[in-house]
Structures are given as structure tokens and as C-alpha cells.
């Protein structure tokens, strides 16, 4: 019996092929854009393989941060497809304010209504987004509205993770190949604690006071008041060094008491209070 052994990058090759088909065979699509690499590079090919069938849209509130809007503004000019921003009012669904677990999916549910509402606007068949296959077993709430909302994500579909995208980001030159993983302003504020836009500016000013001194990863979780402030590990002995501008700069952007988290930065550190949740399909 002879056995073919399909090698990674042959694997790679027809991983990259399936996201490529697929979204020719959408005809038209509007990409959910947040500024990411994720969404970028769907983004990146779809403009490559649709020309002006594909188009980018980015939903723009309170808890998007202006660099995420920034960034997604460049992106989409660097790869050539056209860009729409497109307000949102999560923040006048009390669900979403009240801040549960579930706050995400009622974000999502926002952003999604408004997108697919676009999409028909605009003659587009088919709304996708920048999940991947490394998403599909956290906690996402998000992934529900995607699901009842028939957004697809071409990227998890074919079996595409955080690693393989930023190789393939790289290769067709895109800047932010090798860009932090980013979230909402909201998922700093702990679960029970209302968002309120108060919140979510002084974290995104905290944020970015923290950048302004060289660290290029961090989050600032806003303990009513009090910033804990996550970094990389590898930072942290510097970041001690530099407390006093890191106090500085986090008080002057609003927060009354500053610590530095000695485990460092943990995508949805947050989620700890959370029970054990199964891994989503």
C-alpha cells in the first residue's frame, strides 16, 4: 500500500487555496474590518480575488479605540478595497451596558445587524468576518450572532490559526502582520460592572499613554476606578523600573489607583471568573 504523507506546507498551500475559492464563490462580500491582522488579510485576498465586488466595513463606536480605526483606515487603503464606516449603538442596548458574560454576542448582534442591513444596500451576497481556527475553542460569545446572523468565516473554515495567517499576512506585505492581538475597550471592564462611556475613554487614553512610553502590548482592566495594568512578561521588570511614569500616565488619564499585574498580559484574562466552558464547534 502506498501512503501519501501531505507535508505542512503543501497543507498550508491548500488551506490558503480553500479561503481563496471560497470567497469567489461568495461572488461579493463585505468584510467586518476591525484593523486586525485577522480581518486585514480576509480583507487583503478578498480585494486580490473580487476587485470592487469586495468591501470593507468597520463599525465605529465608543469601544473601538481611534488607533483600531486608524489602523483599519490605512489597511484597507494599502490593499486597495473600499472602506465604509459604519456608526453603532451597543451602547444604548442595556443588555450590553449591564455587562455579562454575554455581553459580547450583544455587540456582535449590533454589529452584525447593521452589517448584513449594508451588505443588501449595497447588492453584496454575503458578510464575512477574521475568526480563526485558534478563536473557535475560547469564549466568544460573538460567535452566536455570527452564526444567527449567516456571517461566515473563511478563514476558521478552513482551519486557518493565528500563526499561519500572520505568514501569509507577511508575505503579501501587509503592515500589520505582526500586530498585537487587539480587543474592544469593553472587554477591560470586568463582567458585572456597567460599560459606560466614561470607562471606555479614560482605558483608551490609559492605553495609550502606556504605548506613548514604549511598551507596544498592554491592557489597562478597569477595576471601577482602580487600572490593572497588564504587560508582556518580558517588560515587566523594565515596566517597575519605570512605575512612577507608568503611575503618572495612567492617573492622568483618569484612574485613582495604578497596579502592574505580576502575571503579566493574558488575552481575556478576565474570563477567569468564568466557569469551564466547553470548547465551541
Not at 10 to 17: F, K, L, P, S, W
Not at 152 to 159: D, F, I, N, T, V
Request: with cysteine; aromatic share 4%.
Amino acid at each position: 500500500m502506498t501512503v501519501t504523507i501531505l507535508m505542512p506546507q503543501v497543507d498550508e498551500r491548500a488551506r490558503r487555496a480553500h479561503v481563496e475559492q471560497q470567497l469567489r464563490d461568495f461572488q461579493s462580500v463585505l468584510v467586518a474590518c476591525s484593523g486586525g491582522v485577522d480581518s486585514v488579510l480576509v480583507a487583503a485576498v478578498a480585494a486580490r480575488v473580487l476587485g470592487d465586488r469586495a468591501v470593507a466595513a468597520t463599525a465605529v463606536s465608543p469601544s473601538l479605540a481611534a488607533s483600531e480605526l486608524e489602523d483599519a483606515r490605512a489597511a484597507a487603503s494599502a490593499v486597495g478595497i473600499r472602506h465604509l464606516e459604519v456608526p453603532t449603538d451597543e451602547l444604548h442596548n442595556p443588555q450590553y451596558v449591564a455587562n455579562a458574560p454575554d455581553r459580547c454576542f450583544h455587540c456582535k448582534d449590533t454589529a452584525y445587524t447593521t452589517f448584513t442591513r449594508l451588505a443588501a444596500r449595497e447588492g453584496i451576497a454575503v458578510v464575512v468576518d477574521g475568526t480563526n481556527a485558534d478563536d473557535l475553542g475560547d469564549h466568544r460569545p460573538g460567535r452566536r450572532a455570527a452564526r444567527e446572523h449567516g456571517v461566515r468565516s473563511p478563514l476558521a473554515e478552513a482551519g486557518l490559526g493565528k500563526d499561519a495567517i500572520r505568514a501569509w499576512a507577511r508575505e503579501l506585505g501587509l503592515s500589520v502582520w505582526d500586530k498585537p492581538a487587539a480587543a474592544c475597550l469593553s472587554s477591560r471592564i470586568p463582567y458585572g460592572s456597567p460599560v459606560t462611556v466614561e470607562k471606555l475613554a479614560r482605558i483608551e487614553r490609559a492605553e495609550r499613554a502606556i504605548r506613548a512610553l514604549g511598551y507596544r502590548q498592554c491592557r489597562v482592566r478597569d477595576h471601577e476606578g482602580a487600572a490593572r495594568v497588564e504587560l508582556e512578561r518580558t517588560e515587566l521588570e523594565r515596566a517597575f523600573h519605570d512605575r512612577e511614569r507608568i503611575v503618572a500616565s495612567v492617573r492622568d488619564a483618569g484612574f485613582l489607583f495604578v497596579a502592574l499585574d505580576l502575571e503579566g498580559f493574558r488575552s481575556g484574562s478576565l474570563n477567569a471568573v468564568l466557569p469551564v466552558h466547553p470548547s465551541q464547534p
